[in-house]
């Protein structure tokens, strides 16, 4: 029998984009502004990258809100930020449930008010039988925690005889993260020019196509997430197999 032949190909369009949305600071400052306008500005370029996904036929679109490092911020600017996400969930959870988006939050939720709790289990509640778009919203995350805490089930569960150490490979973890049903994705958008991850989704991106647009957050466009795409589609995916 003739060995398979591995070829390689433009790739599809992505199933899943996550986005670092960076820049809100920066911008504005460029005009003389507190930093809460450009986070309030940032909040409305999230229905841009919300409205192109489901444009582009994009199934699942994840994005950085705030990590786990963002809690060491003044607390003046936290306040603010609590308060944008409440007036976001608040105003919004109807309309993503009218699209049909489908909304979940991943992130260590303790840190949050109980009221924030609650208005983000509502907002999943309501939505979650939509199917349009699969929206997670990543707050108060932080990568290497979200590993560290996987690990801690895995050890529980081996502890209580319910799973074999021999038996822990690469599925096995994978379901103990917050995305254990959301497919790795394909492409990481990162906006504001700067290339890194930072703490973000670092087991899923293993084989993500990054790309890296100068365009500050709150500016982000239709056209900057079809760039993206584009720039997606020239990419040649070999996932550690030698190049053609």
């Not at 049909?100 to 907002?123: K, S, W």
């Not at 050890?155 to 021999?166: K, Q, S």
Request: hydrophobic share 40%; net charge neutral; proline share 4%.
């Amino acid at each position: 029998m003739e060995a398979a032949v591995l070829t390689t190909s433009a790739p599809a369009s992505p199933t899943h984009v996550a986005i670092i949305m960076d820049g809100n600071g920066r911008w504005a400052r460029a005009r003389g502004l507190p930093r809460t306008a450009g986070h309030r500005r940032g909040a409305q370029a999230v229905k841009t990258a919300i409205e192109s996904a489901i444009r582009s036929g994009v199934p699942y679109l994840t994005l950085f809100g705030f990590s786990s490092e963002n809690w060491r911020r003044p607390a003046e600017e936290i306040g603010d930020l609590m308060g944008l996400l409440k007036h976001y969930l608040k105003t919004e959870t109807d309309a993503l449930n009218r699209q049909g988006v489908r909304l979940r939050v991943i992130g260590d939720r303790r840190r949050f008010g109980p009221d924030i709790v609650a208005m983000i289990e509502r907002a999943e509640r309501l939505t979650e039988s939509n199917c349009r778009l699969n929206l997670t919203i990543a707050l108060s995350y932080g990568g290497r925690a979200e590993i560290v805490e996987a690990t801690r089930q895995i050890a529980r569960e081996v502890t209580l005889g319910l799973l074999d150490p021999a038996a822990i490979e690469e599925g096995v973890f994978a379901r103990h993260l917050f995305t254990a049903d959301i497919p790795d994705p394909d492409l990481l958008i990162r906006t504001s020019g700067e290339k890194r991850i930072s703490n973000f989704l670092l087991w899923q991106l293993a084989y993500a196509e990054l790309v890296f647009l100068d365009t500050l957050w709150p500016d982000f466009s239709s056209d900057d997430f079809a760039a993206a795409l584009g720039e997606f589609h020239r990419r040649e995916r070999r996932y550690g197999t030698a190049g053609v």
